[in-house]
């Protein structure tokens, strides 16, 4: 069998309840770029309505989309469904699927801070990977908009090199 190579990651969709406040505080706060602001696509034969027709069946009328980029180049792909809803359990970790996304940042405890201050939620506590040995740290958030995602100090590889467990 022919071993595959790593692919990279492109972008993650996420759907919001307002996508304005959610660009502005995904820039203001992560300091992810807009590179296509908000529109609106609607139900009809054009090129992205047939699209979403084959992604979203035929029920759907209209949506807002916006697309974003972090510093690494990966996509942030925003949706501002009609009718759209907040599970009552956001960190449903049994249910099959995307329960999280995470992001990197060395100042995690003042990016904690500015996301409480901006209406999200802190979920853990701030755990260290090696406590006393090294400041690997994470933590559990939630947005404003109800999105679950976490904080890594440090990068993944760094952090998983060397069995964190």
Known sequence: MKKAYPKSFS???LSVPNLEEATKFYNEVFGWYLIMKP???KLDNSPIGVMCDDVFGK???EFKIAHMATSDKIGIELFEFLGNSKPANNLDYKRNGVFHYSIQDPNLEELVKEVIKRGGKQLTNINYYYPGEKPYRMVYMEDPF???FEIYSHSY???YSSGAY
């Open 11 to 13: 972008h993650i969709g």
């Open 39 to 41: 529109t609106t696509v």
């Open 157 to 159: 590889e760094l952090t």
């Open 59 to 61: 029920d759907w009328k």
């Open 146 to 148: 109800g999105i679950v």
